[in-house]
């Protein structure tokens, strides 16, 4: 199976003409060995999203076009999907703290209480108190940590710090915030609606969505 570009070379003579272009759109053709086309794709790409730069928007198109003849191809259309905006927001779960274990040294003493009280008093203790005092934390359950980030809504300097993060990668906020809507079903509509989970997973999303398509920040670092 091999890949080909039919549409690159007319790209191409517009580039080295001069005419002005502000998209790129290629189609892409998978060739048996003996030439027969098997299954075609189409992909563009704006100039716009990486600022003018050829290069990276043409590589852009090609694997846009590349992949969509590959789910043609294997009839995986309906299975998977390319658009990085389709995928749903996901909250992190927070494991259930572990079940309370029974108090030992309660049960050891209710059942020595009937021995005589001389012997009680020559018998060391058999938990010193600094190991009581290490059973009674491991029984008692940890304080909830994830209702607050669910409901706190996140502050104006990180507001400020996202919008930073989103200008250095790149990405327009309109486009987080129509992937917000649509992730979230219409219930955020502004970066200020988010909650500090909700901030949290959207900071990964958008690493991902530089590691998926090759974004290099202002100082230079992937």
């Known amino acids: ?124 203790s058999a938990v010193p108190p600094v190991a009581a005092n290490t059973v009674a934390e491991v029984v008692s359950p940890p304080p909830a940590t994830t209702s607050a980030e669910d409901s706190e809504l996140v502050s104006a300097e990180e507001v400020a710090g996202l919008r930073e993060r989103i200008r250095d990668y790149g990405f327009t906020e309109k486009r987080v915030l129509a992937w917000l809507y649509k992730t979230t079903q219409g219930t955020v509509k502004q970066l200020q609606q988010l909650s500090i989970s909700q901030c949290i997973s959207l900071l990964k999303r958008l690493d991902q969505w530089a590691i998926d398509e090759n974004v290099v920040t202002k100082e230079g670092n992937p």
Do not use: W
Request: charged content about 20%.
């Open 1 to 124: 199976m091999t890949v080909h570009y039919p549409s690159l070379t007319a790209f191409e003579t517009a580039v080295l003409s001069g005419a002005p272009i502000t998209c790129v759109m290629l189609r892409c053709e998978l060739h048996y060995a003996h030439g027969q086309v098997v299954a075609e794709g189409v992909g563009a790409r704006n100039l716009n999203q990486d600022y003018g730069d050829f290069n990276k928007a043409l590589k852009m198109a090609e694997k846009s076009a590349h992949i969509d003849a590959t789910l043609r191809l294997a009839g995986l259309s309906e299975v998977f999907t390319q658009d990085l905006e389709d995928r749903p927001i996901i909250e992190e779960e927070v494991a259930p703290p572990p079940p309370a274990k029974p108090k030992a040294a309660q049960k050891s003493a209710s059942s020595n209480s009937a021995q005589g009280s001389s012997r009680q008093r020559t018998k060391p």
